[in-house]
């Protein structure tokens, strides 16, 4: 009788408890039969318990055999059981993959890369597959059986009215462990205010009420802990030449657009702004140069109160102008969105401290418009809803699965801290920012009822901004380069598996996995121009090239320099004191001090700004997938000419750099995560 032996290989990787001494079973599953392991693999004489190591990559290896008088034909999936052992401790296990090469010469793999526990497990083999190509019976009720699961595991919950959707989960623990922090990544973000302010040395200070009064009291504070880029804007904080640059090149370049009208209600004059009469603003607006920045979502928002001190947020309009040295240069400032006798237009030949505090009162109202809408909102909570919605609607065989799991790396865990640590009732920004609390569910509203699907996509977005031409625009030239890699990697990739525009439309996980996004990201709003639906191909490659954009790129420009900008308080006040001033000639360094936020505020500012922007010890850039969830040759030279493209950009950046006074690194796609990891 002849006998079929299957040589089953299974592979953990090189991190913290990834071996077992539980008893581990395992079923080979076959268009032609199935075959079990009736005994636990540790009792197969030729189970290689984990001794077997690769130097490369640090991942081990056990090898057994498993025999069958009959060929189980193709090989779909595999069960395996991970058995408690009475007689020794429970323990979890991570699982990278299992490998099966079969007496025909065939070889299967099957991904797993997370935590096994005491229950049986369904793996599919690697081959990504949409739903309508697989038809085996077993593997049909396998993929229904995994998203009923999943759907248990991953439900919908409303953490806030008005703002996107999130997973139910009162804690991480709370989470499957497949989607939590690594024990690294724990050990590192077991942290909270009173931890950041420890690493800054600032103890003595985060609990002082009283105010600054100099100065060179905040320098000496600002000197425990500086980077290159902090150390610059302590420098130049004053500058309006940098002042313009921060709206092009710092941690929110989304606020800028080219002005071609001035709005209703900021009257400037050509007198105001162009003195001598060189210039006029109609003839300056014709030409390209004349900018906006318009904080108007901010108007009206009740402000937080801080150590029992109201606190106040301007709701500002900003013109700048481009000059012909290509500065950028503010040229009017109103604080308030109504124009009245108390609301001033400042202006740069005003006094120092007159113009000097409207440019303060504008950096706070962008610390916190940056916070909430162009970070949190846009960023942290649309990668949560994209991350629920794949785990819900779409299998792990799916290639749409494959594709996106690795964008989706940590983000529910760290979502979950957020809500927790930041913006709950007792969270950091909510304590000590000036939209704390009431005034930051308002923003956040008026935010997402104001989101659209062209301001996701950057080359949509800089279009529809003007900002094409705008010189020295490094977020615009490395966030348009990196779409267009982005955008040629998920063609190549899903045109692969979607040969026409009615395969996609057949695809009921993945117009699930829209549908979903649509309803619970953008609550069934249709001004938003998010689709509810994919009718081409086109279409789903611009979505999740958005998709990886925002969770990756648009995630690092926003996220990464938050120290570096706003370490040095002046320049990016989480707060302020004293209302805006109503009529110019009442400033001077003295009020100025008195109008930032009190020494304890400044503390746990900067406490948190520094702690979001660290990167992770287990950081994984763009473009790595350590993981290896595609195996076909196709995908695989996909991924790899994707990460060609992003090394040789990569290069370009560090060229670019090296000649500028202030490096942009933000979209370094060495430094941008895969992931919303932080």
Request: charged share 20%.
């Given at each position: 009788m002849?006998?079929?032996k299957y040589e089953?290989?299974?592979?953990?990787e090189?991190i913290?408890?990834d071996?077992?001494?539980?008893n581990?079973y395992?079923?080979l599953i076959g268009?032609?039969?199935?075959?079990?392991?009736h005994?636990?693999?540790?009792?197969?004489?030729?189970?290689?318990?984990?001794?077997?190591?690769?130097?490369?990559?640090?991942?081990?290896?056990?090898?057994?055999s498993?025999?069958?008088?009959?060929?189980?034909?193709?090989l779909l999936?595999?069960?395996l059981?991970k058995q408690?052992?009475p007689?020794?401790s429970?323990d979890?296990?991570?699982?990278?993959r299992?490998?099966v090469n079969?007496p025909?010469?065939?070889t299967?793999?099957?991904?797993?890369y997370?935590?096994?526990d005491?229950?049986k497990?369904?793996?599919?083999?690697?081959?990504?597959?949409k739903d309508s190509d697989d038809?085996?019976?077993?593997?049909?009720?396998?993929?229904e059986k995994?998203?009923?699961?999943?759907?248990?595991?991953?439900r919908w919950?409303?953490y806030l009215?008005g703002?996107?959707?999130c997973?139910?989960?009162?804690s991480?623990?709370?989470?499957p462990?497949e989607?939590?922090?690594?024990f690294?990544?724990c050990?590192?973000?077991?942290f909270n205010a009173?931890t950041?302010?420890?690493w800054?040395?600032?103890?003595?200070?985060?609990?002082?009420?009283?105010?600054?009064t100099?100065m060179?009291?905040?320098?000496?504070v600002?000197?425990?802990?500086?980077?290159d880029?902090?150390?610059?804007v302590q420098?130049?904080?004053?500058?309006?030449a940098?002042?313009?640059?921060q709206?092009?090149?710092?941690?929110n370049?989304?606020?800028?657009?080219?002005?071609?009208?001035l709005?209703?209600n900021?009257?400037?004059?050509?007198?105001?702004v162009?003195p001598t009469g060189?210039?006029?603003?109609?003839?300056e607006m014709?030409?390209?140069n004349?900018f906006l920045?318009d904080?108007?979502l901010?108007d009206?928002v009740?402000?937080?109160v801080?150590?029992?001190?109201?606190?106040?947020?301007a709701?500002?309009?900003?013109?700048?102008?481009?000059?012909?040295?290509?500065?950028?240069m503010?040229i009017?400032?109103?604080?308030?969105q109504?124009?009245?006798e108390d609301?001033?237009i400042?202006l740069p030949t005003?006094?120092?401290?007159d113009?000097?505090?409207?440019?303060i009162?504008v950096r706070?109202a962008?610390?916190?418009?940056?916070q909430?809408n162009?970070h949190?909102?846009r960023?942290?909570l649309?990668?949560e809803?994209?991350?629920?919605s794949?785990l819900?609607n779409?299998?792990k065989?799916?290639?749409?699965?494959?594709?996106?799991?690795p964008?989706?790396?940590?983000?529910?865990h760290?979502?979950?801290l957020?809500r927790?640590?930041l913006?709950?009732?007792d969270?950091?920004?909510t304590?000590?920012?000036?939209?704390?609390?009431e005034g930051?569910?308002?923003?956040m509203?008026?935010?997402?009822?104001?989101l659209?699907?062209?301001?996701?996509?950057?080359p949509?977005d800089?279009a529809?901004?003007?900002?094409?031409?705008?010189?020295?625009f490094?977020?615009?030239d490395d966030?348009?380069r990196?779409?267009?890699i982005?955008?040629?990697?998920v063609?190549g990739?899903?045109q692969?598996?979607?040969?026409?525009d009615?395969?996609?439309?057949?695809?009921?996980e993945?117009?699930?996995w829209i549908?979903n996004?649509f309803?619970?990201?953008?609550?069934?709003?249709?001004s938003?121009g998010?689709?509810?639906s994919f009718c081409?191909?086109?279409e789903?490659v611009?979505?999740?090239?958005?998709v990886?954009?925002?969770?990756s790129c648009?995630h690092?420009a926003?996220?990464s320099?938050q120290?570096?900008?706003?370490?040095?308080?002046?320049n990016t006040?989480v707060s302020?004191?004293?209302p805006?001033?109503t009529?110019?000639?009442?400033?001077?360094e003295?009020?100025?001090l008195?109008t930032f936020?009190?020494?304890?505020t400044t503390a746990?500012?900067?406490?948190t700004?520094?702690l979001?922007?660290?990167?992770?010890?287990?950081?994984?850039?763009?473009?790595h997938?350590p993981?290896k969830y595609?195996t076909e040759?196709?995908?695989?030279?996909?991924?790899?000419?994707?990460?060609?493209?992003?090394?040789?950009?990569s290069?370009?950046?560090k060229a670019?750099?090296?000649?500028?006074?202030?490096?942009y690194?933000?979209l370094d796609?060495?430094?941008?995560e895969?992931s919303v990891?932080l």
């Amino acid at each position: 009788m002849k006998i079929y032996k299957y040589e089953v290989i299974v592979i953990t990787e090189n991190i913290n408890h990834d071996n077992t001494f539980n008893n581990i079973y395992i079923r080979l599953i076959g268009t032609g039969g199935q075959i079990d392991t009736h005994s636990s693999l540790r009792n197969n004489k030729e189970w290689a318990p984990f001794n077997k190591k690769n130097k490369k990559t640090g991942s081990k290896v056990s090898i057994c055999s498993v025999t069958s008088s009959t060929s189980l034909g193709k090989l779909l999936m595999i069960e395996l059981h991970k058995q408690h052992d009475p007689s020794l401790s429970e323990d979890s296990w991570f699982l990278a993959r299992v490998q099966v090469n079969s007496p025909e010469g065939d070889t299967y793999n099957f991904p797993v890369y997370h935590w096994i526990d005491d229950r049986k497990v369904y793996l599919r083999e690697a081959t990504a597959l949409k739903d309508s190509d697989d038809t085996h019976h077993l593997s049909r009720k396998s993929r229904e059986k995994e998203l009923n699961q999943r759907k248990e595991h991953y439900r919908w919950d409303v953490y806030l009215e008005g703002i996107p959707h999130c997973v139910k989960a009162h804690s991480p623990l709370c989470l499957p462990c497949e989607v939590r922090f690594s024990f690294t990544k724990c050990i590192q973000m077991g942290f909270n205010a009173v931890t950041g302010i420890i690493w800054l040395k600032l103890e003595g200070l985060s609990n002082r009420k009283d105010n600054w009064t100099s100065m060179n009291q905040i320098d000496r504070v600002f000197h425990s802990r500086r980077t290159d880029i902090s150390d610059r804007v302590q420098q130049l904080w004053r500058n309006d030449a940098f002042f313009g640059y921060q709206f092009l090149n710092g941690v929110n370049p989304m606020m800028i657009q080219r002005c071609t009208v001035l709005p209703e209600n900021f009257p400037v004059t050509d007198d105001m702004v162009f003195p001598t009469g060189r210039w006029t603003l109609e003839d300056e607006m014709q030409k390209g140069n004349i900018f906006l920045c318009d904080y108007k979502l901010l108007d009206g928002v009740k402000t937080n109160v801080i150590h029992d001190k109201k606190q106040y947020l301007a709701a500002p309009l900003v013109l700048l102008h481009r000059t012909a040295d290509d500065e950028l240069m503010p040229i009017a400032i109103q604080l308030k969105q109504k124009p009245a006798e108390d609301n001033p237009i400042f202006l740069p030949t005003d006094s120092e401290y007159d113009w000097l505090t409207a440019k303060i009162f504008v950096r706070s109202a962008d610390f916190n418009m940056h916070q909430l809408n162009m970070h949190l909102l846009r960023t942290h909570l649309l990668a949560e809803v994209f991350a629920v919605s794949l785990l819900r609607n779409v299998p792990k065989v799916h290639p749409l699965y494959k594709l996106l799991i690795p964008h989706t790396r940590y983000t529910l865990h760290i979502n979950i801290l957020a809500r927790q640590q930041l913006i709950s009732h007792d969270g950091a920004f909510t304590e000590f920012a000036a939209s704390g609390g009431e005034g930051m569910i308002t923003i956040m509203k008026r935010a997402l009822s104001s989101l659209t699907y062209s301001s996701l996509c950057i080359p949509d977005d800089i279009a529809e901004r003007g900002l094409d031409s705008v010189p020295n625009f490094f977020y615009r030239d490395d966030g348009l380069r990196l779409w267009d890699i982005i955008h040629r990697f998920v063609q190549g990739l899903l045109q692969h598996y979607y040969k026409s525009d009615a395969e996609v439309q057949e695809d009921s996980e993945l117009q699930s996995w829209i549908e979903n996004i649509f309803e619970h990201g953008f609550l069934l709003q249709d001004s938003t121009g998010i689709p509810n639906s994919f009718c081409t191909v086109a279409e789903l490659v611009k979505f999740v090239t958005m998709v990886i954009f925002t969770c990756s790129c648009q995630h690092s420009a926003v996220n990464s320099g938050q120290y570096d900008y706003g370490g040095w308080m002046p320049n990016t006040p989480v707060s302020l004191q004293k209302p805006p001033p109503t009529t110019k000639g009442t400033t001077s360094e003295e009020t100025m001090l008195q109008t930032f936020p009190n020494i304890s505020t400044t503390a746990h500012g900067m406490a948190t700004m520094w702690l979001l922007s660290r990167q992770s010890t287990d950081f994984v850039p763009l473009g790595h997938y350590p993981e290896k969830y595609f195996t076909e040759e196709i995908p695989c030279k996909w991924i790899h000419a994707f990460q060609e493209d992003l090394e040789c950009l990569s290069v370009d950046i560090k060229a670019r750099n090296k000649k500028l006074d202030i490096p942009y690194t933000f979209l370094d796609p060495e430094v941008v995560e895969n992931s919303v990891a932080l």
